[in-house]
């Protein structure tokens, strides 16, 4: 598994993709059963146009500074949408087999769900890889999806490059609350609506990785008006 996660930073494979909504559902790259099921990962943002899977695929790799492996097993799912697929204890009939390509490039402009359970990324971007402190004001299960967020959004800055693909790790969810879940996420389900707008619209001009995520906490909190709600204000 060590040497897949390598494979993927340190060479130059892999193909390119893009899309015109800013968003890219990397369940897009699993072979599951329900197939024609219309699903998207954990914290991918609701709004319809970023769930319009209408992507430019480029023959391109690269070099990564991370690479995030997917999973065989039960899927990296919110509350919600195991709510509609049956989940009641937290799991679904929906299962992942395996993966469509061993190397995606998500292209500059483009962001995905980043998990962290099966992740590898070089030393050089741990000062913009905080996994944010969680269940704070009832809110939890953003700490891996924002700070991937903050990450694509350097990265991209900086000319680097980030992937997903192998290895694939077979993924055994506990059965667990869902109706806990879905309360411990709701708050964040809506700031995550608002939070990715605000940082794709900031100007980054850091050479490095501290630099930049020092200026991107700085642009949010200029910019704690676009949280309509105080209560979102006060958690962020």
Known sequence: MIEQHLKNL???TGVTVYSKAKWY????NLIYNGASQHIFPRDHPYEPVT?????????????????????SGDLDLDAMTLLYFGGLNGKSHIKGNNIKREKVIVGEGTYFAICSMNTAFRRKVIPAFYQLYMNFMSIDRFDDIWSGLFLKKIADHLGDKICLGAPIVYHDKRPRSIFKDLKSELEGII???ILWKVVDSLQLNGKDYYSCYQELADGLERNLDMFTENFHRKFM
């Open 51 to 71: 769930r319009n899977e209408d992507y430019e695929w480029v023959t391109k790799g690269g070099e990564c500074v991370l690479n995030m492996g997917l999973w």
């Open 191 to 193: 700031i995550n609506e």
């Open 10 to 12: 340190y060479t130059n």
């Open 25 to 28: 559902n990397t369940i897009n």
